[in-house]
């Protein structure tokens, strides 16, 4: 399996710019999750999906930031307008939800770096 | 809403010594996870707890979750150059998917 796959790895855009973040979930899972990094911040929950449904987007910083999921395979993270503190690494991450381990396998991350 | 903080935020150790990171949550968890990112990489999945009391372990890893459900703990036995990396912590609250991770453990093993 190819494991959970985002794009772009690196982004790096200017103020005010639109940015998206693309994943493409393990095959067969059930549940998507975005997650924020920074030094300051740690790991945080922006939102996650159950069954292509967003269940719980509390984590969203606020309304320039949003989420779908078109389908079962694919999720988009999108972000307008982007500002400097938007500068993160965004982690997607599935799993086949509470019925197995429950394991999250995370993708390589997209790192964002807004001028 | 649940919190999960980590002791330390960073440790140094000699290679050979051991090292503990502890993980405590503001509620009851229905499980713990435990994971571990290498500098420049992505969270990588180390082992789940699910009972209370329960110990596990991985080579030289050993995983508690307290009685309580509320902490939990990772002891490495004689570190190795190979286990630098951040170790994090995941709750789960019953009745839901969701995993809200520690502030992890940042741990460099000198040579």
Known sequence: DAGVIQSPRHEVTEMGQEVTLRCKPISGH???????????????????????????????????????MPNASFSTLKIQP??????????????????????????EGSRLTVL | GQQVMQIPQYQHVQEGEDFT????????????????????????????????GEVKKQKRLTFQFGEAKKNSSLHITATQTTDVGT?????????????????????????
């Open chain 1, 30 to 68: 059930n549940s998507l999750f975005w997650y924020r990094q920074t030094m300051m911040r740690g790991l945080e929950l922006l939102i996650y999906f159950n069954n292509n449904v967003p269940i719980d987007d509390s984590g969203m910083p606020e309304d320039r930031f949003s989420a779908k």
């Open chain 1, 82 to 107: 982007s500002e400097p503190r938007d500068s993160a690494v965004y982690f997607c991450a599935s799993s086949l939800g509470a019925s197995h381990t429950g394991e999250l396998f995370f993708g």
């Open chain 2, 21 to 52: 990171t502890y993980c405590n949550s503001s509620t009851t968890l229905s499980n713990i996870q435990w994971y571990k990112q290498r500098p420049g990489g992505h969270p990588v999945f180390l082992i789940q707890l699910v009972k209370s």
């Open chain 2, 87 to 111: 170790y994090f912590c995941a709750g789960r609250g019953s009745g839901t998917y969701k995993y809200i991770f520690g502030t992890g453990t940042r741990l460099k093993v000198l040579a």
